[in-house]
């Protein structure tokens, strides 16, 4: 466990992903055409959990792929030595679907972007929405989530952590200060 105040148990991080799952379904009106598409990593983690609330719910399964947005992130050329490059794996087309886009925590909207930039380098969706835990504020660009677990008013210099297990369920979502 990470040094800070839990703002989120594993219970209340059940909770916040079986609402996100529910309010998926009544926005899209049900699974059909929709895919998820993780951020990686955390929102990878993510994804899979929402998909499989989904198909709990509803008795269908729910195509999740992930994005690495390592090559699309606006500071990438002051960083590129550093940064190692994932992989995206998207194994379906995304022509016409309606793309959940599945982040752990919203912040400056920069992460968002670059996978949205990603994202259509691979197809062009019908939509995209987005599916975050926690929403921390201090948007940077014009992008909000469409479904937020959490919304965590935050100092710049807070930080939030979301905490997976070995099996990379997630935990608890940790304020550091």
């Known amino acids: ?7 989120l148990d594993t219970a209340g991080v059940k909770r916040a992903l079986t609402r996100i799952a529910h309010e998926i379904l009544e926005r899209n009106k049900g699974v059909d055409g929709l895919v998820l598409v993780g951020i990686r990593t955390g929102g990878v ?7 499989a609330r989904l198909e ?11 994005v690495d947005i390592t090559l699309y992130r606006d500071d990438f050329k002051g960083h590129a030595p550093h940064l190692p490059v994932g992989k995206t794996d ?3 087309s995304l022509e016409t679907k309606r793309v959940v886009l599945v982040d ?13 930039d990603a994202i259509m380098d691979h197809g062009r969706p019908a939509c995209i ?4 835990l926690v929403d ?3 948007r940077e660009l014009p992008i909000r989530a469409d479904f937020v677990g959490r919304n965590v008013p935050t100092s710049l210099k807070e930080k939030i952590a979301v905490l997976f297990d070995a099996a990379n369920r997630p935990t608890d979502v940790v304020l550091e200060k």
């Open 1 to 7: 466990m990470a040094d800070g105040t839990v703002i």
């Open 45 to 51: 983690h993510l994804a899979r959990e929402i998909a």
């Open 56 to 66: 709990e719910i509803e008795g269908a399964t729910v195509p999740v792929g992930e």
């Open 90 to 92: 998207i194994p379906f």
């Open 104 to 116: 752990d925590v919203l912040f400056t909207g920069r992460t968002i972007r670059a996978a949205m």
């Open 129 to 132: 929405q987005l599916a975050v």
């Open 136 to 138: 921390r504020g201090h």
